[in-house]
Structures are given as C-alpha cells and as structure tokens.
C-alpha cells in the first residue's frame, strides 16, 4: 500500500502468498508428522505404574461379564432381557445381553417351525 506501482504491488502479493503457502505446508507436515509418529518405548514405561492396577480392573470385568453369561443362560423371557439391556450401562455388557436375545429369538422361531412342521404332518 506504500507503493503506487502496481507491478510492485502484484510482486509482494504474490510473495506474500508463497509465504502463506509455504507456512500452511510446513504446518501441514508437522500435523502429519505428529498424527503418525510411533509409539515410543518411554510410553509403555510410563504405563508399568499402572499395569497392576488396569490388569486387576480388566479380570474383575472378565469375572463380572463370565456371572452375567451364565445368568443369562439361566432366563428365558425376552422381555426381561430387554428390561436388563436398557439397564445396563457398559458395552460389553449390552452386548451379552444382545447376544442372548438374539439367541432365544432363533430358539422360539426354531421352536415355532417345528411345531408348524408337526401340525402340517398330521
């Protein structure tokens, strides 16, 4: 703006861009050199502290989620699977519970056939 001639102006404006094209680059590089360093061996020594601690957490869960499935096994009406599965708040969790409706669905259905095929042999 301090020069009135306009071939200057045009040189410095596109200086200007290749300035702001090359600090999107290298802001762009080190986003990428940031999203895809690999993991360090420091990050695991880090986590020695705590790997007692999230081991204990991880097979109480285990045990937990092994008495849900044989409690599941153990009921037989969908409609309290459902009231069981709007309960639950962990994913692991619903999905047991899923996975049991699902399995007594296809035993009923099963159960359903074969007292159609029974009815039309008579």
Partial sequence: EATLDLAERRRIRS???????????RDEEALASKRFRPE????????????PRSRRLEEEQQAALAALSRQLEAI????????????AGEYEERKLIRAAIRKLRAEEIEAAALAGNVQSSR
């Fill in 40 to 51: 360090r061996g420091s990050h695991r020594q880090d986590d020695k502290e705590n790997w």
């Fill in 76 to 87: 037989t009406d969908v409609e309290e699977l459902t009231k069981l599965l709007r309960a």
């Fill in 15 to 25: 200086a200007i861009r290749e300035l702001q094209r090359q600090e999107l680059e």
